[in-house]
């Protein structure tokens, strides 16, 4: 038989309903994967064993008593650590987090438990998320499996680590600046922002008593890491619709998930920007970018060039980050545990941001929206490479020199985050590897609201360039 950490979510849900495996056999596997692999590459922090099984033993129960067990039944998942989860400590990489415990779920965390599926454990973050790299000031730093020296990128360091590896087949990420859709770039998996309000979002981002947990409330999404588009859909068929805990969540009927893969790509019109007119790009991300910037057109997509209207808006989305940051917990934390927290946070929290800076942030934040919905008036689709760069060595915020041009060390996310201003949908898909058999990942962003043509433009891509058997070299394929 096949093993079982090879198969996507969708394959396992239909065994497990069809009792052609037990949910505890599927537990079992991704277990010992875990333990096989995490020694190294440190995608856990936090490993629920005995409660996992205890689960899929209650699953298989359920399904033995001949009752439904959901759409995604027995499917194991991996949790991000600023995702809170009832009695599973959630540190969020922080030393003012190391004991901390919620007393509940996450709505995504809730949603996905009541649809068969089986938590695992927490994976690693860089502290509060406040970083596109995997590591933290107190657990072991997260490894890229194709390469250990290198990053798997962040903040959802680990979740991408454990898809990528068949440690766990899905694995819940968050996205306020790049953080699903990076780590699936340079991990080779794929990765899907939805439109901002999608997913609902509690605690995290919208309760006082957390100060840094997932804070960035007008940036961040949650949303699923996986190995095959339908199994990004299938777990958004999960996550999607309101709550009234989130005051900004939205109706999700305008979308059909399972059907929105088969949409048609044919005579869409798809603006491709190689680096938005002012980002520096490695040359071989450039190649592998227009390389699969060709299966659209082969796909049928009319795809045009283009440069957009706009100046790199980095210092707007920071302004917006220190904005949407608890200020006051957090420097109060960092006048407790500032010798421990990490130096790019401390930065941030250190610096005395004015009332101009915050509200020009939210000024400009306006006019770069304005330029964008103005930009896809004309186009269906906007297609970029997902980051400036492979893969770069563990412990580094960013690589300093690209192509050439010395460059700030957040640089590199410069194609992500723009879409978390928007609030867009956006996704990640493995468009090929370096000449040292590294990721590097198409990104594929769509109109307000337009996560359907997302999808159907993701699984057209993945059916034309399948990915979902290219394996890192430590995993070992039956």
Known sequence: MTDLTQLPATEISARVRAKEVSPVEVVEAALERVNQLDPKLHAFVELTAERALAQAAELASKIARGEDPGPLAGVPIAVKDLIATAGIPTRSGSPAYRDFVPDEDDVAVERVVAAGAVVLGKTTVPEFGYSGAGHNPISPAARNPWNPALTPGGSSAGSGVAVATGMSPVALGSDGGGSIRIPASLCGIYGFKASMGRVPLYPGCRDERYPGLSSWESLECIGPMTRTVADAALLMSVLAGPDPRDRLSIPSGDVDWLTAIEGDVRGLRVAYSPDFGYLAVDPEVRRIAEDAVGVLRDLGCKVETVTPDWTNPQSTFWGLVAADSDLTGMRAMAETYGKEMSPHLLDLLEKPWTAEQLTNARRDRKAFA?????????????????????????????????????????????????????????????????????????????????????????AAFESARPWKDDWPPAVPVS
């Not at 297609?383 to 563990?394: D, G, H, R, S």
């Not at 460059?407 to 949908?425: D, K």
């Not at 956006?426 to 307000?448: E, F, M, N, W």
């Open 370 to 458: 304005n330029k964008m919905w103005r930009l896809m008036e004309d186009y269906d689709l906007l297609v970029t490479p997902t980051l400036t760069t492979p893969p770069f060595p563990v412990g580094m915020q960013g690589p300093e020199l690209v192509d050439g041009r010395m460059v700030p060390n957040n640089a590199w996310t410069g194609f992500a985050f723009p879409v978390n201003l928007t609030g867009q949908p956006a996704a990640s898909c493995p468009a090929g590897y370096t000449k040292d058999g590294l990721p590097v990942g198409l990104q594929i962003i769509g109109r307000h609201l337009a996560d359907a043509s997302v999808l159907a433009a993701s």
